[in-house]
């Protein structure tokens, strides 16, 4: 339990769909990441937020809207899907680093996303 | 820009015996080092973590990693491995990147496969 929950943690949805991932931390930290995780790919960051304000955004499709509402929950809401966006996608969390902050992540579970 | 290198993709290791999974990076700054772990279908967890101090530095389910500055490296090493230990390890490194910002780098992963 690393304090970090995602949902759903597994998403079959067609390529006309409109889903939502969410995640949802109660670690006081402020700042949340989603990373992409493809078979035989390193891990991609997609989006950081920190203090709710987006601060990266790493070349991802618009097809993939992130929405940070508050420092605690992250959503990446996702239509018009390709099957090659099947993938696990991982939510994070930290404190941002410096003032004695190592700006470690801890990780969601991740949710497995299918795509047909 | 920082890079992190995982010289191996994929390390078989028969129980019981040591292992070692190797890892550098490209730094000549103050860096905070990490080993997460990721266990099949899970999000990655937190193994240990270098700050400061002693270059020896012990995590969980008896992980140990060696920062050594000269030759940029953070080995991480067990003397006896549990079939339990076969995951995918990621080695990270985060750097000040520029005033009050701060890069964070993960290696491709090395999968440990212990035999019985």
Redesign the interface.
């Known amino acids: 339990e690393?304090g970090?929950t995602?949902t759903p943690r597994h998403l079959v949805m067609g390529m006309t769909n409109k889903k939502s991932l969410k995640c949802e931390q109660h670690l006081g930290h402020n700042a949340m990441y989603w990373y992409k995780q493809s078979a035989k790919k390193?891990?991609e960051?997609m989006f950081v937020y920190s203090l709710e304000e987006r601060v990266e955004n790493n070349s991802v499709p618009s097809r993939f809207s992130p929405e940070c509402p508050n420092s605690s929950h992250l959503f990446l809401h996702l239509h018009t899907l390709q099957p090659e966006d099947s993938a696990l996608y991982?939510c994070?969390s930290s404190r941002?680093?410096?003032q004695g902050n190592?700006?470690?992540?801890?990780?969601?579970?991740?949710s497995?996303l299918t795509v047909l | 820009a920082q890079s992190v290198t995982q010289l191996d993709s994929q390390v078989p290791v028969f129980e019981e015996a040591p292992v070692e999974l190797r890892c550098n990076y490209s730094s000549s700054v103050s860096v905070y080092l990490f080993w997460y772990v990721q266990y099949p279908n899970q999000g990655l967890q937190l193994l240990l973590k270098y700050l400061s101090g002693s270059t020896l530095v012990k995590g969980i389910n008896g992980f140990e990693a060696e920062f050594n500055k000269s030759q940029t490296s953070f080995h991480l090493r067990k003397p006896s491995v549990h079939i339990s230990d076969t995951a995918e390890y990621f080695c990270a490194v985060i750097q000040r990147s520029g005033a009050g910002s701060y890069q964070l780098t993960f290696g491709k992963g090395t999968k440990l496969s212990v035999i019985p």
């Open positions: 690393t970090v995602q390193p891990l960051l991982l994070a941002n680093p410096g190592t700006g470690e992540l801890f990780f969601g579970e991740g497995r």
